[in-house]
């Protein structure tokens, strides 16, 4: 490949602290500073105080324009300067571009790509100087065309942001293989004359991306999203033929929240999976990683990594990392910091595409391009030929039909890119001018008029960004509009099909200058957090909440004094938080203001979620239900949310991170249900889908804690502890055994004068010394209720686990063996000795701590959901026999066992 060789480049910036950290008193922890060759970022860890030093390309510092010894402070001007003018001026030589923003969510990636009112980002400037240019072009040889894509990646899904999302397959767009490499099939390309038809591709597919987070999920920060800028400059010579061409691709990213995964068991309450939704982030790495290592990768691994390999491998590469100044996330600032030095030791060869006949050279690529798929194609047949195998054959034949597949789309694409070559500027005006029309109608009844702008009674909607907060205005007319699903036979004035929304879900009236909101049967709506049943007043700054994730403020010109009085108007979190303090009341008695800001903030994400959920399994017909609870975690002693879940084999309780994982699975389904509802199809799932409502995974069962006192001693200790589950429940009784061991490892009794014997006076004595105790699991006894029908235990594959310190992240956990029948009793008979050296720090642990056993098993095939409570209660005395009737049988038959194997 031709092209000279560059670097990576690596621009770090540090925000100003935000709300959430002003409130928790944080610490600045980032400093800065220029060298003459690059610049260093420096981070100070908060519990050591040990300082780290990063290099790179660039570091901008936008905490402080006063504070000194932090480093020079850096505008949107200074970044453009510096880093954007520099990368624009390559751009337009022919050299692809792909700059990307990376960084935990909140840290001020979108600030430094897109900007903010007044302050507008790397992007927007990059095209304001592109028709800046063009428009001081006086050479009547030069002729230029600028189209622009937007694309979003949603949990590997591919959405065009500029289309009617009306139009959108289920499942999303498809990557395609070009001459250009991969780009997304179908996807809305719009031709732009001005800055204005730029921006106005931002502001609809802002829009756009409201309506859809709002449609399916309001995770905007979980959504990855590509602006690619499309530059063509051709010269003529004076008889009209075209002497030269450059073009070039600028793949703009604003990339999701670099979130970091819990570590599995540490909380001692749950097992926290890998997050599908960190994917594509996940193969970034990856690609990233393997290129440092001059590598091939695989960029197949994602959506995002196959869309952007043509600009990994041929083209400069820029990437701007955001942190947060603060010590609350020095962790995330820390992972990003490092994940930024990895990509700066990647290289890549940078050419120029500049041609001379384009449609030449595009001819001689695709036929390069055809002649190496043929050559593939024919070595699958010779291989097909060759197998006798019925397997094999059926994988070849699949490998040879998608190879096949890709040649007719690669003639298509051929076919498409020489009519755009061909199109004239009539032609590109009136394909704009149709996209536009097409777009106008795409809102759902929202206008483009901007909201400073409206006179009349409107809703605002509300978005966890503020860069797409208050972006849709929907007018309320005079008499009555109507809100709702797509109605044929009675379509309406305003228009969301998304979670929770139904045909005439609300009606909203204006009379004698009063605005009233009157529910349908069964909608779910909400006013100031509250559900409403009845006709209810809206006066200027009410939230409205229709369905699970569509969220208003009431805006009322002219009639300000009637509503509530704010010093600024409230936004997404504050209409999301009143759900939260009425429901927190509700579920602990405790008044809002006594419980955590950070936990209040989950459940009332939790809620919304829940509510999704359940919305989601009503419109598929399965018997479920989720419920959001409130647990104290047994190892931090903190206030949490879990997830219940119940369906027709019995209760589980999911981990949050695990029921955000299965949402994800639950939202992609309903996308297709609702495909196939809004057809007049009834939709089946396809037969290699697994049922995400199915969980056939462990669950935690409960946890036992065991006292290590008496091992301080050296003196043995045998537990029959509870077994509780995280709400606090009850499940049964763990039998366990700590007995000391002397130097060769032997277990007692000794006798009083043994020198072996381990026992000590004073557990001072054991500092510095090395001690073995065995532990031993014998058994479970699980709880059962007699008043249920039946006397199937619920659960089956039981196993326990347990680490000595639980606070020791290297230290593995010991397992039992699977106990696979289905019992009341299930046996380990589990042993195993351990040698620790004690310090302090395990002197402590055995005078104070304790041994958390964590219990673990599926839900039984056989098991029912609990049965309501019958009325009446059983005589204490009668349970009592009855539970003493039941483990008695439980040994009859052990006792009948160990007969057979003596006989």
């Known amino acids: 490949m031709s092209g000279e060789e560059e670097s990576v480049k690596v621009a770090v910036r540090v925000r100003l602290f935000n709300k959430r950290e002003t409130e928790a008193n944080a610490n600045l922890i980032i400093r800065m500073a220029k060298q003459s060759v690059g610049s260093n970022t420096y981070i100070k860890n908060p519990d050591s105080g040990e300082e780290k030093k990063f290099n790179f390309d660039y570091s901008f510092q936008t905490h402080s324009a006063t504070q000194e010894g932090i480093g020079e402070y850096a505008t949107q001007d200074t970044v453009f300067e510096e880093l954007g003018r520099p990368l624009l001026t390559g751009a337009l030589q022919g050299r692809n571009v792909c700059l990307f923003a990376y960084g935990q969510t909140g840290a001020g990636k979108s600030f430094s790509m897109l900007g903010a009112p007044g302050m507008p980002g790397i992007i927007p400037r990059m095209c304001t100087t592109i028709f800046e240019m063009i428009n001081a072009n006086e050479d009547k040889a030069l002729e230029y065309a600028v189209d622009i894509t937007v694309v979003e990646i949603y949990c590997e899904q591919l959405n065009d942001l500029l289309a009617d999302r009306k139009t959108w397959p289920p499942g999303g767009l498809k990557p395609k293989l070009t001459n250009i490499g991969y780009v997304v099939d179908g996807v809305v390309t719009k031709p732009c004359f001005s800055y204005d038809d730029i921006q106005g591709a931002f502001d609809f597919s802002d829009r756009n991306r409201s309506v859809g987070s709002h449609a399916l999920n309001p995770m905007s920060s979980r959504a990855h999203t590509i602006y690619t800028i499309n530059y063509q400059r051709k010269k003529r010579h004076p008889t009209g033929k075209i002497v030269e061409t450059i073009t070039c691709r600028l793949n703009l990213v604003d990339l999701a929240g670099s979130e970091r995964t819990g570590v599995a068991g540490t909380s001692g309450q749950m097992l926290k999976e890998g997050n599908a939704i960190n994917l594509s982030l996940t193969a970034l790495g990856q690609c990233i990683k393997t290129l440092s290592e001059n590598k091939k990768p695989n960029f197949r691994d994602s959506r995002l990594t196959l869309l952007l390999q043509a600009s990994m491998t041929n083209g400069r590469v820029v990437m701007i990392a955001a942190v947060s100044p603060a010590n609350i996330c020095y962790d995330e600032s820390m992972s990003t910091l490092r994940f930024a030095e990895r990509i700066k030791q990647v290289k890549i060869r940078v050419s120029k595409n500049v041609s001379v006949d384009p449609v030449a050279e595009m001819k001689k690529a695709m036929e390069a391009m055809r002649s190496d798929m043929q050559d593939e194609i024919d070595k699958l047949r010779a291989r097909a030929a060759g197998h006798a195998d019925p397997e094999a054959m059926e ?151 229709l369905g699970n994730n569509y969220a208003f403020r009431f805006s009322y010109p002219g009639h300000e004094d009637e509503g509530e009085k704010f010093d600024e108007a409230p936004d997404y979190f504050f209409a999301e938080q009143e759900i939260a303090e009425n429901a927190s009341f509700e579920m602990t008695g405790t008044a809002a203001d006594m419980i955590p800001s950070a936990l209040n903030h989950k459940l009332s994400e939790a809620l919304k979620k829940v509510e999704q959920a359940n919305i989601i399994a009503m419109d598929l017909g399965q018997e479920c239900e989720f419920e959001a609870k409130i647990f104290k975690n047994r190892i931090t002693n903190e206030n949490d949310v879990v997830v219940r879940v119940l369906t027709q084999k019995g209760e589980l309780h999911w981990p949050w991170e695990k029921f955000n994982e299965r949402l994800v699975d639950f939202s992609k389904e309903w996308q297709q249900w609702q495909y196939a509802e809004d057809k007049g199809e009834k939709y089946k799932r396809p037969a290699d889908i697994e049922d995400p409502f199915e969980d056939a995974d462990f669950q935690l069962i409960g946890e036992a804690d065991v006292w290590l006192q008496s091992l301080a001693n050296m003196i043995e200790h045998e537990a029959d502890a509870s077994i509780l589950a995280i709400t606090g429940q009850s499940e049964g009784r763990l039998k366990v055994d700590v007995l000391p061991c002397d130097c060769n490892g032997r277990e007692g009794p000794w006798d009083d004068d ?44 039981v196993w326990v686990r347990y680490k000595v310190d639980i606070s020791n992240n290297e230290e593995e956990w010991s397992n039992s063996e699977e106990v696979a029948e289905s019992t009341f009793n299930p046996k380990f008979n589990y042993r195993k000795v351990h040698k620790v050296k004690v310090d302090q720090h395990i002197l402590h642990l055995l005078l104070k701590g304790r041994i958390i056993f964590q219990v673990w098993g599926k839900l039984s095939q056989d098991a029912t959901a609990p049965a309501s409570p019958r009325k009446g209660k059983l005589d204490p005395l009668d349970a009592q026999i009855a539970e003493k009737k039941r483990i008695l049988e439980e040994l009859d038959k052990e006792i009948a066992k160990k007969k057979a194997l003596l006989a």
């Not at 901007?450 to 860069?467: A, G, I, S």
């Not at 009063?514 to 529910?519: E, F, L, S, V």
Request: proline share 4%; aromatic share 4%.
């Open 754 to 797: 043994e020198e072996n014997d381990p026992f000590v006076d004073d557990p001072n004595e054991l500092l510095g010394e090395e001690i073995q105790f065995c532990i031993k699991v014998h058994n479970i006894i699980f709880d059962t209720n007699i008043t249920d029908s039946g006397q199937v235990c619920k659960f089956t594959n």
């Open 395 to 545: 994988e070849l034949q699949a490998q040879l039909k998608a190879q096949e597949e890709e040649r007719e789309a690669m003639r298509a694409e051929y076919a498409r890119k020489m009519a755009e070559l061909e199109e004239s500027a009539e032609e590109r005006a009136k394909r704009a001018a149709d996209i536009a029309q097409n777009q106008s109608a795409a809102l759902g009844g929202a206008c483009m008029i901007k909201k400073e702008n409206m006179k009349e009674p409107h809703l605002l909607n509300l978005h966890e960004d503020p860069r797409l907060a208050e972006t849709l205005v929907y007018p309320l007319k005079d008499g009555t509009t109507v809100v709702g699903r797509t109605n044929k036979d009675n379509p309406p004035d305003l228009e969301f099909n998304g979670m929770g929304m139904i045909k005439n879900h609300v009606t909203i009236e204006r009379i004698d200058g009063k605005i009233w909101a009157t529910p349908g049967m069964r909608s779910r709506t909400l006013v100031n957090g509250k559900a409403i049943d009845s006709k209810t007043e809206l006066t200027h700054n009410c939230r409205v909440w």
